[in-house]
């Protein structure tokens, strides 16, 4: 699996390197592949997913893939089935990417151009730190835990990285690992995890390996991910 998706980054990151060297191929790119406040006020809600599997810059797309190797290798299989870690990564995409477009065009003012897998890195490495918080391994030549590799990070983002990185994208994918371990187990936002019934009477295929908790927490991205659309569709860029 973990080559597959690989694969699909590669193809897209293709497609940046030869359709955007013409001003209709790059338009092309930037209209599906990244999200952006002025995408989603189009209805383009799918870019939220497909942005996270776009990479304009081949390094990007190296440090990612990489840090999705070494995190996926702990993920499956003793953490996730591979149906699970797909609509995990679906699911991260929309709500980190939500979270990205939302702060930084209607709190913060500012019109971001949103693409790369990391939001779904940090997600993962979110469930990692959580699962086996005393588990060492290595990252990029340093030996570290999940944890001292998500605060190093964050660290760096805001300090040094924050103009070329989207930093409330990597707090929105951690913000929902945290929920995928933790919500609803211990009387914490209840409210997100109510059983969805009609899933029972109508159930997608290997539904079973996911618990209706977190079918739950599926849904709350995808509402989320409509919200944006909806709110960046109600209140378009102004030009």
């Known amino acids: 699996m973990i080559i597959q998706i690989s694969t699909v980054h590669s193809i897209i990151l293709i497609g940046w390197l030869f359709l955007g060297s013409t001003h209709r191929g790059a338009s092309f790119m930037a209209r599906h592949f990244v999200?952006?406040?002025?995408?989603?006020?189009?209805?383009?809600?799918?870019?939220?997913?497909?942005?996270?599997?776009?990479?304009?810059?081949?390094?990007?797309?190296?440090?990612?893939?990489?840090?999705?190797?070494?995190?996926?290798?702990?993920?499956?299989?003793?953490?996730?089935?591979?149906?699970?870690?797909?609509?995990?990564?679906?699911?991260?995409?929309l709500f980190s990417g939500s979270v990205s477009v939302l702060v930084n065009n209607f709190v913060l003012k500012r019109n971001v151009q949103l693409l790369g897998f990391s939001g779904c890195c940090y997600s993962l490495l979110a469930?990692?730190?959580?699962?086996?918080?005393?588990?060492?391994?290595?990252?990029?030549?340093?030996?570290?835990?999940?944890?001292?590799?998500?605060?190093?990070?964050?660290?760096?983002?805001f300090l040094a990285r924050r103009n070329r990185v989207d930093v409330l994208c990597h707090v929105g994918g951690v913000f929902y690992g945290y929920l995928w371990m933790n919500a609803c187990t211990g009387g914490f936002a209840d409210g997100l995890c109510q059983p969805m019934h009609w899933l029972e009477m109508y159930p997608p295929e290997n539904w079973g390996s996911i618990d209706m908790r977190k079918w739950s927490l599926l849904w709350v991205s995808v509402w989320l991910g409509c919200g944006a659309t909806a709110l960046c569709m109600m209140k378009p860029l102004e030009t």
Do not use: C
């Not at 304009?56 to 996926?72: E, T």
């Not at 030996?143 to 990070?153: A, D, H, K, R, Y």
């Open 35 to 93: 999200a952006s406040r002025n995408n989603l006020s189009q209805g383009r809600i799918y870019t939220l997913i497909t942005s996270s599997f776009s990479h304009a810059d081949p390094l990007h797309l190296v440090f990612n893939i990489f840090m999705f190797f070494q995190v996926g290798r702990v993920v499956l299989p003793s953490l996730m089935s591979r149906f699970e870690l797909k609509m995990f990564l679906l699911a991260s995409s």
């Open 127 to 157: 469930v990692v730190s959580i699962a086996q918080p005393t588990s060492k391994w290595s990252l990029f030549g340093m030996t570290m835990s999940p944890v001292e590799f998500i605060l190093g990070s964050m660290f760096m983002d």
